[in-house]
């Protein structure tokens, strides 16, 4: 369920990016704050249990970065 909704927000966030770029700025560094806290209390466990905690929270904030900027470069390859 949570695997369904972090890519459906990256779906979202790209094709946020590709028509409005710089509007897309905004949601995307929301979504990355939200994952953020997430992967910081996450890692208020103790030893690796923290790490382990945190590691899907820190992988979604760079597929949300990610799918984000491709929007953007696409956006900025087409001859438009």
Do not use: D, W
Request: glycine share 14%.
């Amino acid at each position: 369920m949570i695997i369904a909704a972090v890519v459906g927000v990256c779906v979202v966030l790209a094709v946020l990016a590709f028509f409005v770029p710089r509007l897309s700025r905004h949601p995307e560094r929301g979504t990355q704050r939200t994952l953020g806290a997430g992967a910081r209390a996450g890692g208020k466990a103790p030893g690796i249990l923290g790490r382990l905690f945190s590691k899907p929270f820190h992988t979604s904030s760079r597929a949300v970065g990610r799918s984000g900027s491709a929007g953007r470069r696409t956006r900025r390859r087409m001859p438009f």
